[in-house]
């Protein structure tokens, strides 16, 4: 996903806003969570959900996603270079691929929304015959272009109304949707009968978020605006419409010199490329429509 820096850095009130809960619309935040200023990520009190409020505003936030500058050169949190990550992202997905392929889910058509530079799209080339993404970046859907049939630049409303798809892949997407519940209804309404919809995002349910706190990684502000677990996410694809829903093993790698960046590290010369595969970082499920 595109990156804001220039938005964020010194939001004023007007750009603040309050949220209720994005997956059951209480109000009930519970006592706590985790302050990053002005921001606030909180859980709700009801169904466990944890999101941002207050959280900056939508439109805000859209008009810094549209910037090239996401994704390269960013300095702060986020993708200093995603096309660095370029080896270890491919390596991630061609895992998914199979993972997926094992479950029976696969076929004719691929939607991938917020397909960055097109990496997974060109992993799916054997899995799908037919590959289309969306993304917000100029720049990002420039160079998808080389590795799929169609990309739209923006969102669901560029894809013409009568196409559907056999899986619609959303790849740490979900967790910068600002309303979750009607943008999965609306992937769903562009499903095959039988067709599945793929989530996967930062795991707040895993290890790494207690036991490194504030400094667990993916709580990236302003841009992350919720926060799922197995549960959440799962309640979330239900609440669409699925009548299937399994959770997917997702093994995230990373170069050894990513992980020492996080860190503030850097790696010893000669395996900085080093691939490693870290696990509790990414929670995944896919739904399917009803046949
Ligand atoms: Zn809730």
Redesign the pocket.
Known sequence: MPRPHHAVDSPGNAQLEAA???????N?PAPGGYTFPPYRVVR??????W?TSPRLAEEAMLAAYAEDSYFEGAEGPGYSSYRAQEATLRTTFRKLLRDLAGRGIEGDRLLEVGCAYGFFLDEARSHFSYRAGTDYSAGAAAKARDFADTVYLGGLDEIPKAERFDLIACIHVIEHIYHPRPFVEQLFERLNPGGWIFLACPDMGGFWRPLMGKRWPFFKLPEHVTYFTRPTLTRLLETAGCDRVEALPYASYFSLDLIAEKLGRRAPGGVADRQLRLPGTTVACAGRKPA
Not at 20 to 26: I, V
Not at 44 to 49: E, F, H, K, P, V
């Open positions: 209720e809960c994005a997956l059951c619309g209480a009930d709700c009190n009801r169904c466990d959900l999101y």
